[in-house]
C-alpha cells in the first residue's frame, strides 16, 4: 500500500516498551536529527524515557546486522537473502519430514508483540509450520495474567487494567512501573499520573520485597517475602469478604462466590503474616482501604506472576477488585474497547481464548495454555532423546539464553541441535548458536500499530505511526521474512501450489497496514471518522499523526465478554484446587529458606531494556547497574562490605558480582538485574560486551516453576553468597 510522502518531522509511537510513548523525530536525508516527546500525542502528552533516543542508536549501530549470515567453519559470512531464505525453508522442511512437524520448535520473545507486522503475521506463519512446540517469553512473563482472564472472564485477553487516571487507591504489588512504564497496563509518563492522583486526594501504597522507584514516589511501602503474595491476597480477600462482597452492577453475573469464601477460610491475617512479613493489623487496614476508598484498584504485576504461585495471585487480585466492588468500575480495574480488536473484530485475526492444559509436555508434564508450551521445558525437550524430541529452532525476536531459567542449561541445548535459524538484528547469546540468522529492517524503517497494547491501555487511543525512513533495498521486514519462509516451505511441500501462491501474493500486497485497515473497517468502531460515535478507519489515522484520543475506559464488560462464555467465574475450579498446594507448601514450612540462604529477585532499570539494547554507550554510561543488592545486615553476617566481589550460588549454577549494599531491600533478600551477561564467545556486541555483567537466568532454576501455569517461578530463587576472596563454601 502506498503511504503519501510527509516532511523531516515524523510523529510516531515508540515500540521500545508497553508505554506507547508519542515522539517527534526531525530527520535530514537518511539520519536522524533528534527524537524528542511529542506534546501533541493526546495520550503521552510529550513524555520519554531515555531508551527513545535510543531508537536512533540501533538504527545506526555498526553492530546491527543488515544482510543475513550463515556460519560456517571458518566463521560467519554474509549470503544474499535469497540463498538465506531457500537453505532455512529447505532445513526446517528436512528436519520436520525427518522427524515430523514438531521436531521444530518456535520460541517467540519480547519484541514481537511489539511489532505490527509480526503481530499479524506470525500466526499465519505458525499455522503453516504446523509444529505444536511452540514457546514463548509468555511464560516467564504474563501468563498468569492470561489464564486468571480465560479462566474468569472466559478470554485469555480480557485482563483488566486499573483506572489510574480516576482511582482513589492504588494498591501495586510487585511491579516498578516507575522504571518499567507500566505492563499489562500501558500508561505513558505514568509518573505524572501518580502525582495528579495523589494531589487529588488519593493513595497509592507499594507491596514489594524491595523499596522501588514507585515505592519512593508513592504513600506508603511494604516489605512482603518473595513468593508469598497469594498468602496475603487471601487473607485481604478474606476480610473483605466476611464484610459483604459487593459486586455492584455485575452481581447477576458473577458465579462462584460461595466458592471465595470457602478458599479464605482458614487464611487469618495473623496466620498469613507469619509468612508474608506483612503484620495482621496493616492487613486488616488494607482491606478497609480498598473497601472504603470511593474507588481503589489492586494491580500485580511481573514480581506476582513469575513467582510459584503467580496464577493464585492474578486471580485473586481480580477476585479482590470484584468483591471490593471496583471490577469493570470507574476508578477501579477495567476493560478497553480498542478500535483494532482481537476479540470482537473480523474472525479471521480474532486471537483465539486460550484454552489450557489440553496437552502436556513430554518430559515433564507441564501444562500448555493456548497452544503454547512453558519455555521452562525447552531445553529438556531439546535434549531428552525420544519420540517428539525437539531437533530444531526457529528464534523469533527472543534470546532465551539470557530470558529464560536456566540460561546455561538452555546454552548447552541450542548447541546441540540439528537446525536453527534466527529472525534477529544481533549475532547475541542465543543466535550465536543458529546457522542462520536473518536479519530485519530497523523499528524506524515500518509502520507502526499497537495491536497488543491498545488492548491493555489506561486510555481508549489508537494510532498508526508511518516509517520515518525507506527500507533499503533488499532489506527485509519482520512480516515479510515470515511470509517468503512460508511460501517456500509450502512449494518444498508440494501440495495445494495454486491455492499456496494464490495466499502468499495476496498477503505480500496487502502487508500489515493493508490487514490492518481491513481489522479498523471491519472491528466495533469501523467506519467513517466522527467524534461523537468514535468510528475510525485506517484513513482516519494516516490523517491524524499523533493518535485519535477515543476517551477514559468505560464500564463494558458485558460487551467484551466472548459469545461462547457470557457469565464471570470468580472462583474456577483449577485455581481455587491449586489453594490447596498453597496451604501445604506453608504448612508444611517447604517455603521456609534453608539456614544462610537468601531469596534471590530480579529488578529493572529505566535505561535497560530486557537483554538486547545494551550496545548503546548512551545508555550504558554512568555506574556499573548489574550488581548483587544486599540488605547491610546479610552483608555483615557474611563479613561483606559494599563493592566486594561476591560468589552467588543457586542449585544450578554461580556468577561472580559486585555487592551494593543497601536497606533498599528486605533482609534475606538479594536482588540482580535480569537481562545481563553478555560475555559469551562468539557474541557479535561491542558496547554490550564492555558492560557484559552476569546473567541472573544462569541462577534461576528450570525446575521451579508455577506448576498451575507453567510460569516460570523467578523471584525467591534460594541462593548462597559468599566473597569471592574468601573462597570458603559457607553461606
Ligand atoms: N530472571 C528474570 N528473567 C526474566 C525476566 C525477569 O524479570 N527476571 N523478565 C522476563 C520478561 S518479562 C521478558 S518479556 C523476557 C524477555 O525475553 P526475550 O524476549 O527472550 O528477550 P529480549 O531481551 O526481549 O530479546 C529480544 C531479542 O529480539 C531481538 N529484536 C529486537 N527487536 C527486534 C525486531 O524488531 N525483530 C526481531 N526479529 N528481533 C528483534 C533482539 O536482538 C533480541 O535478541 O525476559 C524474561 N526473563
Ligand atoms: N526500563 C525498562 N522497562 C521495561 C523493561 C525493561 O527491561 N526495562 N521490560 C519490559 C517488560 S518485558 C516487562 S514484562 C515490564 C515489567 O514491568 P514491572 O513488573 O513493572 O517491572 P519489574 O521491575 O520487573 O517489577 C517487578 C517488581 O516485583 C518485585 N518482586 C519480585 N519478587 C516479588 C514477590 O515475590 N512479590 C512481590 N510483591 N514483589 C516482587 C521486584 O522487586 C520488582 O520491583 O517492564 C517493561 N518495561
Ligand atoms: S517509556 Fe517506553 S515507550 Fe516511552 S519512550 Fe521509553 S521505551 Fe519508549
Ligand atoms: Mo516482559
Known amino acids: 500500500m502506498d503511504l503519501p510522502e510527509i516532511g523531516s518531522t515524523h510523529f510516531r509511537t515508540c515500540p521500545l516498551c508497553e508505554a506507547m510513548c508519542g515522539l517527534r523525530i526531525e530527520v535530514k536525508g537518511d539520519r536522524v536529527v533528534s527524537i524528542k516527546g511529542d506534546r501533541d500525542d493526546p495520550f503521552s502528552r510529550g513524555h520519554v524515557c531515555p531508551k527513545a533516543v535510543a531508537l536512533r542508536d540501533i538504527h545506526e549501530d555498526p553492530d546491527r546486522l543488515r544482510q543475513p549470515i550463515r556460519r560456517t567453519a571458518s566463521g560467519w559470512e554474509e549470503l544474499s537473502w535469497h540463498a538465506a531464505l531457500d537453505e532455512a525453508a529447505r532445513k526446517i522442511h528436512e528436519v520436520q519430514r525427518e522427524h515430523g512437524r514438531s521436531s521444530i520448535a518456535t520460541y517467540l520473545g519480547n519484541p514481537t508483540v511489539h511489532n505490527l507486522g509480526a503481530m499479524l503475521f506470525v500466526p499465519v506463519f505458525l499455522r503453516h509450520l504446523g509444529s505444536r512446540s511452540i514457546f514463548s517469553a509468555t511464560s516467564v512473563d504474563q501468563l498468569p495474567h492470561m489464564v486468571a482472564a480465560q479462566q474468569i472472564f472466559g478470554h485469555r485477553l480480557l485482563v483488566p487494567v486499573p483506572d489510574v487516571d480516576r482511582t482513589d487507591f492504588l494498591l501495586i504489588l510487585g511491579a516498578n512501573p516507575i522504571v518499567s512504564n507500566g505492563s499489562m497496563m500501558t500508561v505513558p509518563d505514568v509518573r505524572r499520573r501518580f502525582r495528579a492522583m495523589r494531589e487529588r486526594g488519593g493513595k497509592i501504597v507499594v507491596i514489594d520485597p524491595r523499596r522501588t522507584e514507585t515505592a519512593e514516589a508513592s504513600d506508603e511501602h511494604l516489605f512482603i517475602r518473595p513468593g508469598t503474595d497469594a498468602l496475603l491476597l487471601i487473607a485481604v480477600l478474606g476480610e473483605l469478604l466476611d464484610d459483604g462482597a459487593r459486586l455492584r452492577h455485575l452481581e447477576d453475573l458473577c458465579d462462584g462466590l460461595d466458592r471465595l469464601h470457602e478458599v479464605a477460610t482458614g487464611v487469618t491475617p495473623e496466620s498469613s503474616a507469619a509468612h508474608t512479613g506483612v503484620d495482621a493489623e496493616t492487613v486488616r487496614r488494607l482491606a478497609r482501604e480498598l473497601r472504603d476508598a470511593p474507588s481503589a484498584a489492586c494491580y500485580g504485576r511481573v514480581g506476582t506472576s513469575t513467582q510459584a504461585f503467580g496464577g493464585l495471585c492474578q486471580w485473586l487480585i481480580i477476585a479482590i477488585n470484584a468483591v471490593s466492588g471496583n471490577l469493570d468500575r470507574e476508578g477501579g480495574i477495567m476493560f478497553t474497547q480498542p478500535a483494532f480488536d482481537l476479540i470482537h473484530g473480523p474472525k479471521a485475526m480474532a486471537v483465539g481464548r486460550g484454552r489450557f492444559g489440553r496437552r502436556t509436555s513430554r518430559v515433564r508434564g507441564l501444562p500448555d495454555f493456548a497452544s503454547e508450551l512453558p519455555v521452562a521445558v525447552l531445553a529438556e525437550e531439546s535434549r531428552e532423546a525420544g519420540e517428539g524430541q525437539i531437533r530444531g529452532l526457529l528464534s523469533f525476536a527472543g534470546n532465551p539464553v539470557l530470558s529464560t531459567p536456566n540460561g546455561r542449561r538452555l546454552d548447552r541445548a541450542l548447541a546441540s541441535l540439528d537446525f536453527m535459524v534466527s529472525i534477529d538484528p544481533y549475532l547475541n547469546e542465543t543466535s550465536r548458536h543458529a546457522r542462520l540468522i536473518l536479519p530485519p529492517t530497523s523499528p524506524l524503517e515500518r509502520g507502526h500499530y499497537d495491536v497488543a497494547f491498545h488492548t491493555l491501555a489506561v486510555r481508549n ?222 557474541v557479535r556486541l561491542s558496547v554490550a560486551g564492555v558492560h557484559a555483567g552476569v546473567s541472573i537466568n544462569d541462577l534461576t532454576d528450570d525446575r521451579a516453576v508455577d506448576a498451575l501455569t507453567g510460569t516460570a517461578a523467578f523471584s525467591g530463587t534460594p541462593v548462597t553468597v559468599r566473597s569471592a576472596a574468601s573462597g570458603s563454601s559457607r553461606a
Open 461 to 682: 487511543t489508537a494510532k498508526y505511526s508511518r516509517p520515518v525512513f525507506d527500507a533499503p533495498a533488499g532489506a527485509k521486514h519482520d512480516w515479510r521474512i515470515l511470509l517468503e519462509l512460508q511460501n517456500r516451505l509450502a512449494v518444498l511441500r508440494g501440495r495445494k501450489r495454486l491455492k499456496n501462491e494464490a495466499i502468499y501474493r495476496t498477503l505480500r500486497f496487502l502487508g500489515p497496514e493493508g490487514l490492518l485497515a481491513i481489522g479498523l473497517r471491519f472491528g466495533p468502531r469501523g467506519g467513517r471518522f466522527n467524534p461523537l460515535s468514535n468510528r475510525l478507519s485506517f484513513k482516519t489515522l494516516l490523517h491524524h499523526p499523533h493518535g485519535v484520543d477515543l476517551g477514559p475506559l468505560q464500564s463494558c464488560l458485558r460487551e467484551r465478554l466472548p459469545a461462547a462464555h457470557l457469565r464471570i467465574d470468580l472462583a474456577p475450579v483449577r485455581l481455587v484446587e491449586d489453594v490447596m498446594r498453597l496451604r501445604q507448601t506453608f504448612t508444611n514450612g517447604e517455603s521456609a529458606p534453608e539456614d544462610g540462604t537468601l531469596s534471590l529477585i530480579g529488578r529493572r532499570h529505566v535505561r535497560d531494556n530486557n537483554s538486547w539494547m545494551h550496545n548503546f554507550d548512551r545508555l550504558m554510561r554512568g555506574k556499573p547497574r548489574c550488581t548483587l543488592l544486599m540488605h547491610p545486615a546479610d552483608a555483615e553476617a557474611r563479613g561483606l562490605c559494599d563493592q566486594d566481589t561476591v560468589t552467588v550460588t543457586s542449585r544450578v549454577g554461580s556468577v561472580s558480582v559486585s555487592v551494593t549494599v543497601t536497606d533498599d531491600v528486605m533482609q534475606g533478600v538479594v536482588s540482580l538485574p535480569h537481562g545481563y551477561g553478555h560475555a559469551r564467545e562468539g
